[in-house]
């Protein structure tokens, strides 16, 4: 075994090792139990005492991240069992991670405020009013399923927009837990229409027929729970369709059942299950001394005592022996219990029937190892009874128990390992396996029981899970004399195992014994046992040798001493330290002459430095640490420290002479240095041939040993360069030196133009002057040439004193490129230089701008008020340069000024009011050219508009219109306004309308109605007039607007006429209205009206013809006029216009040819409509409408003329009818001769007639009237008695109309019932051979049928129906009573009876 991963159980004959590495997970839900708190005054007694021992989190935080929750939640309970863990423990415990408020808030914010409602209120608010709309939403679909084939389009738009709110309000809160997703969104939305299409508008669907059971039984549930309240509730129920649907005959018709059982003998059997027992001795003797006094605790502790189980089926029993065989002696004890009352027991099941007959299960206490046998078992009566024959002895054996223990420093070779007051080891890291290290371990196992025995143990090791499982263990211990019993294998043996550790790893181990379990598979969780965490965990810390090293950078370098102000005198090493302090550190300094050895000790790793103040070679030798003396890691790096030395300087020059004119203009200086670079040499240079001078003091810098310096003054004369001091890295104070050199220096003729100051462009005839600057020695002459297209001239220039000239070039007239290139210069030595690359460009402008105005042969034209309008102009002059430019009005002196700084083809300058308008001048940097030409600005005037009076008539102050009919005034000529109009067209023209219901109204009064409207028109051009709705109208124009000016222009003109009144007469609008003999309405007009009524202005009319009213088959007058006395009359009805009317009505047969009714010179406003003989009072459906009316003044009003009757349209459904018959359904009991039927049974009868109908019945005596409109009405026989139907009306018609009834009277009669015994279910025990009389009685009309069978006994308690075993039918009984005897088995019931007139269960 190698590594530090390895363990070795030492001692065990069969040691195997089963390593199981888990792979560590977040397990964030597993919390470790909270510590107790301790103050921070008890720390330190907590820390000296040997009682309250630190407790590592190790434990805690490796069982947090690993898997195995069993494994991890009873090491946690064992660990919060332990002592008290100290602040300082705590402090450093790591604490579970915690989500940021951000993360929190993103994955659950809310739209609603939680400081309003917190989120799970509002959880519980949107789940509520999801609830209630459910629930509103089914009581719909089950009330629309009631119906067969009704649908509902309503329901189906509101349950689709309820669902869609819902949906939407659930998106935009946002409620943590019950937010949905864009897909979840349009996926809700699709099944919500699905389902509502399905419940509401498809009358055959799945859902449907599904809902309509459920709706039935809740419906009739309902009604039921209603109508048995006392007095009122068979009021509000009344005779409802569900009762007759959901009617069920009660359960009372056959009542009770017989069970007989037979009983086998009684049986006793020890330990059924065959279970192996163990005992734990730490629960035996556990009893407290007042647990007498206490009540319950008596109780409580048997049912942690171990016991073994006796399974008794049959009579109760008084005593019961067994034997006890010892595993020590092998002796065998007979023991017997005779308080049966004192030991615990189950019942499972009991027979009152047989006396004390049970099937349960007593637990006879243990509390010896032993094996056990049941002996004899007997009751009361002193019967004996049957045990099972070669049953086995239940053994019971010590539960096997396990602890850990730590070798004592004496027994094993490492002399670095302790155990501590607290319980916990500590050793050092050891580097390598030795013989020694392998041999001898570091912690026992000791386990107690049956063996062999199994043992797990659990080593953690820095987070690191390791699972050991010890198989097969055996106690080394020698065999008893005299060991030939067949229990004495069973004795509890105890072994001792040592596991042995490398701990080549640095950190926390913790050991810990999981299950221990024996050979009889009696295995203990030690969590749950109640040893000590101390026992089953124990923990060792490894700590790691110290390590030793340089500091960054400081390995095999070279630091320097210098006794320069500026730097130290001496250097802190720095140290790397690890492991536990304080430290000592041993190192060693090699000055060449010596090896000195050396050791310092830190407390503080950070302020770990060696202070090195002698030269020389230093290395680390070793160090030691609080827990480890030896085998430390030492960085085997050396730092050298050198004394540094002072840096110098060797100072040479030579001359440097020029190449044109000879002479030195300077020197070549080489430096040579010594000591550390970077170096700083310090000089001062001075000019000898000015007294007045100081000196310039310059520094050179180099990082190289020899350094050239090259000195070339610009000016001339005898230089002196002195050098005073030199600098290193060692010294950066410097160190003096001392050095002069002289050179005499003559400087070279130099010149060259200034450019910045050189203009770039000038106009023609101008001059210019270029700038040059001189240099060497004066007085100087000075060659430059002038060049221009082809054309070169040179010129010479002599005696310049100062240095600074100016070149004067002019003035020039030649437009283009002029270029100034200067040539040679000479000084006062005579020394001619040639120049090359010095030169300036002056450009000539050709002119300057030219400008024009482009205002056309039209000129500008401005709209009144326009502060903004521009006069174009043309502009020729060069972009660089603004131009600036002036014009004036030509009968007016004031001058305008304006400027362009972005020259182009085409440009504008601003327009002052009207006029001629002429050009003065034009300048950039050149002066400029105007055109001649002047330019033109006129002033538009504002559009103007008005109404024309052709047709018009002035009334007073007012124009008019001519009056027109309701909806024909834009149709003709009369109904147009003409308009006149001025300006430049198209025009937008803006008129208000204002209208007055009330023609009357005075002019000065509030329009009903303002509206503002718009035209775009062309000249000529006319305004419609409205004339949907009758009243008075006024026209007046607001504003108009041309191509000009396109802002509306008000219109203020007191000329013009601008106001136009129009009059729309009402058309003659009349009903048709229906009528009885004494002047009553039949049908309210103001009903039917809504959204969803398409015949919302149809009447209907339905007249019910008794016999004898119908038409005459004679033509006689009299005949006639005695049918028509009891019709309807039928009236047409004016709502407005001016008599005499006239009206034409047509009238539709539902089959056959239409005719039209002329009614003219109608006086009033209300007139009698006379149908023609043939229709007036036959049986049939017409519809009577208006076709179109006419008044005094010609206005004319068209009703709607569409053929079908079913679409809307003002007009009279009329239908006569004849009186309603009743005749008994052919498939109802009602159709039976004998007019007798049963309780339960439905009476069904066809109506014959229109519905609906009104139906009157007698029930018992007692009058009841309900309205129908099916055509079969039902009703169900609930209690006997007598059933008679009197009258059927129609409810259709707008008369009484009724018929009645002598024939249709019935008798209800009981359903038979029959009793078994008393009526209740009776189950009975009983012995083989005995008899069982089992009465029967009946109540009915004789004589009775019935059927009684019986049924094998059910397995399972759940099961019901079993298999019939025999079945007998008795007939014709006259008697109420019949018995039946038996001695078999089963459950007897009955399951039909039969009277003279009715059964049950019905057919």
Not at 555 to 561: C, E, I, T
Not at 1013 to 1019: G, Q, W
Request: proline fraction near 6%; glycine fraction near 8%; include cysteine.
């Amino acid at each position: 075994m190698s590594g530090g991963q390895g363990l070795t159980p030492v001692g065990s004959p069969n040691r195997r090792v089963k390593r199981r590495s888990l792979v560590p997970a977040q397990t964030t839900g597993l919390e470790s139990p909270p510590f107790p708190r301790i103050s921070s005054k008890s720390n330190k007694a907590a820390d000296s005492s040997s009682g309250d021992s630190q407790r590592s989190l190790f434990a805690e935080r490796v069982y947090r991240n690993t898997g195995g929750a069993s494994e991890v939640q009873q090491f946690l309970a064992e660990s919060s069992s332990a002592k008290p863990l100290p602040e300082s423990d705590k402090r450093r415990a790591p604490q579970p991670p915690s989500m940021p408020p951000a993360a929190v808030a993103k994955g659950s914010a809310s739209a609603f405020p939680t400081t309003v409602l917190d989120v799970p209120s509002q959880r519980l608010y949107a789940l509520s009013a999801v609830g209630l709309v459910a629930a509103w939403k089914i009581y719909d679909a089950i009330w629309i399923s009631l119906e067969p084939g009704q649908t509902s389009l309503y329901l189906f738009i509101k349950w689709t927009v309820v669902d869609l709110l819902l949906l939407c309000a659930a998106w935009h809160l946002h409620i943590p837990k019950l937010q949905i997703t864009t897909a979840m969104f349009y996926g809700l939305l699709a099944a919500s229409v699905f389902f509502n299409l399905n419940m509401f508008l498809l009358s055959s669907s799945v859902f449907v027929l599904a809902l309509k059971p459920v709706g039935l039984g809740v419906a009739s549930s309902c009604l039921r729970s209603i109508q048995s309240v006392p007095l009122i509730g068979p009021w509000l129920v009344g005779d409802s369709e569900l009762l007759i649907d959901s009617f069920q005959l009660d359960d009372e018709h056959i009542l009770g059942r017989h069970t007989i059982h037979i009983l086998p003998h009684s049986m006793a059997h020890m330990n059924p299950t065959g279970k192996d027992m163990c005992i734990d001795w730490k629960e035996v003797g556990q009893r407290a001394w007042y647990s007498r006094f206490v009540p319950g605790s008596s109780h409580r502790h048997q049912e942690r005592q171990l016991t073994i189980p006796v399974l008794i089926n049959g009579t109760r029993p008084a005593s019961i022996m067994y034997t006890r065989t010892s595993f020590e002696t092998g002796v065998t004890h007979k023991r017997s219990v005779t308080n049966i009352n004192g030991l615990r027991m189950e019942t499972v099941a009991s027979y009152p029937a047989l006396g004390n007959w049970v099937l349960a299960t007593y637990y006879l206490p243990v509390v010896e190892e032993g094996a056990y046998e049941i002996h004899s078992v007997h009751d009361s009566r002193g019967l004996k009874f049957r045990t099972m024959d070669g049953a086995q002895a239940t053994v019971v054996v010590g539960c096997p128990t396990a602890h850990l223990s730590w070798r004592q420093q004496g027994n094993n070779s490492d002399s670095t390992f302790t155990v501590g007051r607290d319980g916990h080891a500590s050793i050092c890291q050891r580097m390598g396996l030795s013989s020694s290290d392998d041999s001898v371990g570091l912690i026992d196992v000791v386990a107690e029981g049956f063996a062999p025995m199994d043992v797990s143990v659990v080593r953690l090791v820095n987070g690191h899970h390791e699972a050991i499982e010890l198989d097969g263990i055996t106690a080394k211990e020698p065999e008893r004399d005299g060991d030939v019993s067949q229990w004495a294998r069973f004795r509890r043996q105890r072994a001792t195992y040592t596991l042995s550790d490398a701990v080549l790893q640095p950190g926390e181990y913790v050991y810990r014994l999981e299950r221990v379990r024996d050979a009889a598979n009696h295995a203990v969780a030690l969590s749950d046992t109640a040893t000590g965490a101390s026992a089953i965990m124990a923990r060792m810390v490894v700590h790691a040798r110290p390590r030793v090293a340089w500091a960054s950078g400081l390995s095999s370098s070279s630091l320097w001493l210098s006794d320069d102000r500026r730097r130290a005198s001496h250097h802190a090493l720095g140290l790397q330290l690890t492991g536990q302090g304080p430290w000592t550190v041993d190192y060693t300094i090699d000055t060449g002459a010596e090896v000195l050895r050396e050791s310092r000790t830190f407390t503080k790793a950070t302020e770990a430095a060696l202070e090195a103040r002698k030269a020389g070679m230093y290395s680390l030798v070793g160090v030691r640490d609080s827990h480890c003396t030896s085998g430390a890691l030492v960085d085997v790096g050396k730092v050298t420290v050198e004394r540094a030395v002072r840096p110098t300087a060797n100072i040479t020059s030579t001359s440097i002479m020029a190449r044109e004119c000879g002479g030195e203009i300077g020197a070549h200086i080489t430096l040579e240095l010594t000591g550390r670079p970077p170096f700083a040499v310090h000089y001062r240079e001075r000019n000898l041939r000015n007294a007045q001078s100081r000196g310039a003091v310059r520094v050179v810098r180099t990082h190289q040993h020899r350094h050239v310096l090259a000195v070339t003054p610009a000016v001339a004369g005898i230089y002196e360069l002195e050098f005073f001091q030199v600098d290193d890295d060692n010294f950066p104070s410097g160190q003096p030196i001392s050095a002069v050199v002289r050179q005499i220096v003559h400087a070279q003729p130099s010149a060259t133009i200034h450019a910045l100051r050189t203009p770039s462009a000038v106009c023609r005839g101008d001059s210019v002057k270029i700038p040059v600057h001189l240099s060497g020695e004066e007085p100087w002459q000075l060659t430059y040439a002038l060049a221009h297209a082809d054309n070169r001239v040179t010129y010479n220039v002599t005696g310049i004193a100062d240095d600074r000239y100016s070149i004067d070039v002019g003035p020039l007239y030649d437009p283009g490129e002029h270029t100034v290139d200067l040539v040679s210069v000479t000084d006062a030595r005579g020394c001619a230089r040639k120049l090359a690359g010095n030169s300036a460009t002056v450009l000539v402008r050709a002119s300057g701008p030219h400008v024009a105005f482009r205002c056309g042969s039209e000129g500008v034209r401005l709209r009144e008020g326009d502060e903004y309008s521009r006069i174009p102009i043309s502009l020729s002059a060069a972009a660089e340069f603004p131009v600036k430019l002036t014009y004036r009005l030509q009968d007016d002196d004031t001058v305008f000024h304006a400027t362009i700084s972005h020259a182009s083809s085409l440009m504008s300058v601003p327009a002052h009011g009207a006029g001629q308008y002429i050009l003065v001048s034009a300048q950039d940097t050149c002066h400029g050219t105007v055109d001649t030409l002047s330019c033109a600005v006129y002033v538009e005037p504002r559009p103007r508009a008005w109404f024309t009076t052709d047709n018009l008539s002035k009334n007073e102050s007012l124009w008019h219109l001519p009056s027109t009919c309701e909806g024909n005034s834009a149709e003709t000529a009369s109904g147009l306004l003409t308009l006149g109009l001025s300006g430049a067209g198209p025009w937008r023209v803006e008129y208000f309308v204002d209208y007055w219901a009330n023609d009357s109204a005075p002019s000065d009064s509030v329009p009903d109605r303002l509206t503002l409207r718009s035209a775009l028109v062309l000249d000529p051009a006319a305004l419609s007039t409205e004339g949907h709705a009758p009243g008075r109208y006024r026209y007046r124009l607001s504003t108009v607007s041309d191509e000009r000016y396109t802002r509306p222009q008000p219109i203020t003109t007191l000329d013009d006429v601008l106001s136009v009144e129009h009059m729309v007469t009402r058309n003659p609008v009349a009903v048709l209205r229906a009528y009885s003999k004494d002047g009553k309405p039949l049908v309210d007009a103001s009903k039917g009206s809504g959204l969803f009524n398409r015949r919302s202005r149809l009447q209907s009319v339905v007249h019910c013809l008794a016999p004898g009213q119908q038409a005459p088959t004679s033509n006689e007058s009299s005949a006639w006029a005695r049918s028509r006395d009891h019709l309807p009359e039928f009236r047409i009805e004016f709502t407005s216009g001016i008599p005499p009317f006239d009206a034409w009505v047509e009238v539709l047969p539902t089959s056959g040819k239409s005719e039209v009714i002329e009614v003219l010179a109608i006086p009033g406003h209300s007139h009698p409509v006379v149908l023609p003989d043939h229709i007036a009072s036959r049986i049939g459906r017409y519809h009577l409408r208006l076709l179109r009316t006419q008044d005094a003044l010609g206005c004319e009003h068209r009703y709607n003329t569409e053929s079908s009757r079913d679409l809307v349209g003002g007009g009279i459904d009329i239908e006569y009818i004849e009186a309603p018959t009743v005749r008994p359904a052919s498939s109802s009991p009602a159709s039976r001769p004998d007019r007798s039927v049963c309780i339960g049974d439905i009476l069904a009868f066809d109506l014959r007639g229109l519905g609906p109908w009104s139906i009157d019945y007698l029930y018992n005596g007692a009058h009841r009237s309900t309205t129908t409109t099916k055509r079969l009405f039902r009703r169900i026989a609930d209690v006997p008695g007598n059933f008679t139907l009197a009258r059927v009306c129609h409810r259709a018609a707008t008369n009484d109309c009724c018929s009645e009834f002598e024939d249709l009277s019935y008798a209800v009669r009981d359903i038979p019932r029959i009793r078994v015994g008393r009526g209740v279910d009776v189950h009975q025990d009983i012995l083989e051979g005995d008899l069982v009389h089992i009465p029967l009685y009946l109540t009915g009309q004789p004589p009775f049928t019935f059927t009684w069978q019986r049924r094998a006994l059910s397995d399972s308690p759940g099961k019901s129906k079993t298999k019939v075993l025999e079945s007998h039918t008795v007939k014709d009984l006259d008697a109420y009573e019949y018995t039946i005897t038996t001695s078999s088995e089963g459950t007897f019931e009955v399951t039909f009876v039969q009277d003279q007139f009715c059964q049950y269960p019905k057919a």
